[in-house]
């Protein structure tokens, strides 16, 4: 089944303490994107990458890291979390960057306190 | 400051009726727009798009609807079926490539049975 998988759906962690959110995609597509999604604000992009060793930032890019090393995975690191990096995120991606209809993943929750 | 809007945090309809869903965007750079429709606990989904040279997009019982002078586009659904409830973003892209994505706040539709 062609999907985006993110791992944890869920998280609570602490000031302050590195964390890693996976996301891997079997669909081979080279370019891949992460959004936080917060009440009233919608998807606000965080890193988009276009191919492996290519990523570059979106609107939202401070307190996060990303790395793609493999076309299939794209994670989001978080080297030191704050309370205000709570929020839901996604993982998507598409064939190109070109081709604009995105998948997303099921969404990761994070409450960092 | 969004440069994706979606004025009504709400909508109800009643099942059969039609469904109007209203985005307005600010950045004229804006070429590409898409719509996506989220249920709870899911990732959103691709559901149409429309290009800036066009001002009509059908998709069975989704239409996309643009007009660039007014930097305005709609989607309707009709009929409207409880199956559709869900959350509504709209979303831009900044570039020819779709490297950048914006996102509205979302539109939660209820249809009523």
């Known amino acids: ?113 | 400051d969004q440069q994706v809007k979606q004025n009504s945090p709400s909508l109800s309809v009643q099942e059969g009726r039609i469904s109007i869903l209203n985005c307005d965007y600010t950045n004229s750079m804006f070429d590409y727009f898409l719509w996506y429709k989220k249920y709870p606990a899911e990732g959103p989904t691709f559901l149409i798009s429309i290009s800036s040279i066009k001002d009509k997009n059908e998709d069975g019982r989704f239409t996309v609807f643009l007009n660039k002078s007014a930097k305005h586009l709609s989607l309707h659904i009709v009929p409207s079926q409880p199956g559709d409830s869900a959350v509504y973003f709209c979303a831009a892209s900044v570039d020819n490539y779709g490297q950048n994505f914006v996102f509205g706040p979302g539109t939660r539709l209820s249809v009523l049975p």
């Open chain 1, 1 to 113: 089944e062609a999907q985006v998988t993110q791992n944890p759906r869920y998280l609570i962690t602490v000031t302050g303490k590195k964390l890693t959110v996976t996301c891997s995609q079997n669909m081979n597509h080279e370019y891949m994107s992460w959004y936080r999604q917060d009440p009233g604000l919608g998807l606000r992009q965080i890193y988009y990458s276009m191919n492996v060793e290519v990523t570059d930032k979106g609107d939202v890019p401070e307190g996060y890291k990303v790395s793609r090393k493999e076309k299939r995975n794209f994670p989001l690191i978080l080297e030191s979390p704050s309370p205000n990096q709570t929020s839901l995120y996604f993982c998507a991606s598409s064939p190109t960057a070109g081709t604009n209809e995105q998948f997303f993943g099921p969404g990761t929750r994070l409450t960092v306190l």
